[in-house]
């Protein structure tokens, strides 16, 4: 019979804490590595490190410092930030103490649960008694007169490490296992319980002390219950649901969405767009004020002058939007708040707006708007790398120059890092690198494609496939040749059978882009936009284009293909549209080729297509479709009579009467 009891010492519920803690700390220890070892992992793949001090008046708070690794083929500069790395909830310290204290007190109830006495063993005479299970009965009564001599309490004395109760169960031990295989009585309950003295009594825990189920107690037992599952439970049920339904699948507030919706117009431009943006946070939610900005607006005013009065009033409704305001130009313009607190507000501002930018990229795609939709993505540009929207020339951000040292007008960073090193620049080595490791986009082939057609027909569905790839300013583009070309169109037509908007490719390490204003690591990226210039109309909503490679002749296929989907127009034409590149890493990096749909008639392809074999043939004559064609007027097949010969007809003859003699001769 079983007997349950509750578990008194504890020893039970060690097992299910080690479980409970288990389940926890595995995963935030996994994700905890991962994020230190993406921090570490441009470091260990680099061939050299150099750190890079900026100067006072470029810098965003305290003299920051930046990390920059060399590849071999281009180097990076990034900030890593451990305290980003170990924070949670907010708090860079707190993880570790968790983790810390966590596993110490997983370690202890291992310890605990591994040193915890348990009964069961099953009871083997054989295994006490020191003698193989086919031993006979001579051989176990003279091994037990053996132990006899050796174990009986009369014959042994007590130790240090053995008391006289511990001689005496073990004497005893040996002479129910010697009756377990002589006795007749005492064999049978053996055989019949597995124990010489019979039925024993099964101990099972619970993992519960024996309190929780007292009479006495129950009614603050039942109370915890009633506040864990009816009031916390359900409390935290309603603020997931509730919080939830306020956000859009974008991850930001409806009415910040609303917002969007009815700021955003067919014209909107950069100034309207950061204005929109900064109107956002007065419902979004960051890290809370942390101090006063009037002295960073009265530099921001000083600098920009009456542009910022202007969009100072635009949000004059709002404190959290001009709060938002005066830290994102703060950015904008490398200012200096004079605090870490101010930091901590601006970073956590600045981490949020991309995915307000992206949310606001969606709303204005929706309303088919090509103007707002380049201006969001060129805003991410400028957010990235600290430059005022509009005003700052891309050679700012290159190391060692602001927007005032770069007011040449020259947009081509190559002819300015050229002009750099001819007039002996101090800064002219660190631009060049910095230059070498953006890379340029090339395009290696765009084109319009139906699957399984040679033509694009009306409201058919159509691929714009687009083949990409990143080579340093100023390299060769390698050619390939036909055969390569025709094995890649095979590889370029299951691609676009596959899922997916990327070509699955082996990527060989991570490249971040030169962002040293950012506070995280920043992959290059861009937006491809296929749109008609002249109606200001958006064909596809626009599609994120990230981890292009880098050029490498070695390769047969020496680039990535990306595809876009849509239908076509259901009208027959020639339909000249764009194609635009545009990175969200850095300022001025963008391209924009013509690109024109044909659209056939689908009786043009069917012409085209059509082979002999498939031609359909004139009904025949004496058949009912060629009765039926031949009282329309159409045309019909005419039926060859064959005439029968002479020959044929008198043989013919001649059987019939060979057949009439037999017949009367048989009558």
């Not at 441009?42 to 060399?70: A, E, I």
């Not at 099953?122 to 003279?142: C, D, F, M, Q, R």
């Not at 084109?447 to 033509?455: A, T």
Request: net charge negative.
């Amino acid at each position: 019979m079983a007997n349950y009891h509750y578990d008194e010492a504890g020893n039970m519920a060690a097992y299910f804490l080690i479980s409970v803690l288990a389940i926890i700390l595995v995963p935030l220890t996994l994700s905890s590595v991962a994020r230190v070892s993406a921090s570490e992992a441009p470091r260990r793949t680099s061939q050299r490190v150099f750190v890079q001090t900026l100067p006072r008046s470029q810098k965003t708070g305290p003299r920051r410092q930046r990390t920059v690794d060399m590849q071999p083929q281009a180097h990076k500069e990034v900030r890593l930030s451990l305290d980003a790395s170990l924070s949670f909830f907010g708090r860079p310290v707190s993880r570790v103490a968790f983790l810390l204290v966590g596993w110490s007190v997983f370690a202890f109830l291992v310890h605990r649960a591994r040193n915890t006495e348990t009964d069961t063993k099953l009871y083997n005479p054989y295994e006490i008694l020191g003698i193989s299970a086919g031993a006979t009965e001579k051989e176990v009564k003279s091994l037990f007169r053996k132990l006899s001599k050796i174990y009986h309490p009369d014959k042994v004395k007590a130790t240090v490490n053995q008391t006289v109760e511990q001689i005496a169960n073990h004497f005893v031990d040996i002479t129910k296992a010697y009756k377990a295989l002589t006795d007749e009585t005492i064999r049978r309950n053996y055989e019949l319980y597995g124990h010489p003295d019979g039925r024993q009594e099964v101990s099972m825990g619970i993992a519960l002390p024996s309190w929780i189920v007292e009479g006495k107690n129950n009614i603050w037992v039942l109370g915890i219950y009633a506040v864990l599952i009816g009031g916390l439970l359900p409390g935290m049920v309603g603020r997931w649901w509730f919080g939830s339904r306020g956000k859009t699948k974008d991850g930001i507030e409806a009415k910040t969405a609303e917002g969007f919706w009815k700021g955003v117009e067919e014209g909107s431009g950069l100034g309207d767009i950061v204005k929109v943006v900064a109107s956002a946070f007065r419902y979004e939610s960051w890290t809370k004020n942390a101090g006063d900005l009037s002295k960073v607006e009265a530099d921001i005013e000083k600098r920009v002058g009456d542009e910022w009065k202007q969009m100072n009033r635009a949000v004059a409704d709002d404190e959290k939007a001009q709060r938002a305001l005066a830290l994102l130009y703060a950015h904008f313009l490398r200012l200096d708040l004079g605090s870490k607190a101010l930091e901590q507000e601006q970073t956590s501002l600045l981490l949020q707006t991309p995915m307000l930018l992206t949310a606001f990229l969606n709303i204005a795609s929706a309303r088919s708007w090509l103007t707002p939709a380049l201006g969001i993505i060129r805003l991410n540009a400028y957010l990235i790398q600290a430059l005022v929207p509009g005003k700052a020339t891309p050679q700012a951000q290159l190391p060692g120059f602001d927007s005032a040292a770069s007011s040449s007008g020259k947009q081509d960073l190559a002819t300015f890092v050229r002009e750099l090193k001819e007039s002996g620049n101090g800064h002219a080595s660190e631009a060049s690198k910095t230059l070498e490791s953006w890379g340029t986009l090339e395009i290696v082939d765009m084109v319009f494609k139906v699957i399984g057609e040679r033509l694009v027909t009306p409201s058919s569905i159509v691929f714009l496939l687009v083949k990409l790839r990143v080579k340093e300013p100023g390299a060769p583009s390698p050619v390939q040749d036909a055969k390569s070309t025709k094995k890649n169109d095979d590889i370029d037509e299951k691609f676009l059978n596959a899922r997916g908007d990327a070509e699955q490719v082996e990527m060989h390490g991570a490249r971040y882009a030169h962002a040293p204003y950012w506070p995280e690591f920043r992959k290059p990226g861009w937006w491809l936009v296929l749109a008609d210039e002249k109606s200001n109309r958006i064909v596809v909503p626009p599609l994120k284009i990230s981890d292009v490679p880098f050029s490498d002749a070695s390769k047969e296929r020496n680039y990535r293909c990306y595809k876009v989907q849509f239908q076509a127009p259901p009208n027959v034409g020639l339909f000249t549209w764009k194609v635009y590149f545009v990175s969200d890493t850095l300022v001025g990096e963008e391209t924009c080729r013509p690109i024109t749909l044909k659209i056939d008639d689908v009786s043009a392809l069917a012409t085209e297509e059509q082979t002999p074999d498939d031609e359909i043939s004139d009904p025949d004559e004496d058949s009912l479709a060629g009765q039926m064609a031949a009282m329309r007027g159409g045309s019909v097949k005419k039926v060859t009579v064959v005439e029968e010969s002479d020959e044929d007809s008198s043989t013919d003859e001649e059987e019939e009467e060979n057949g009439g003699n037999d017949s009367s001769d048989s009558d």
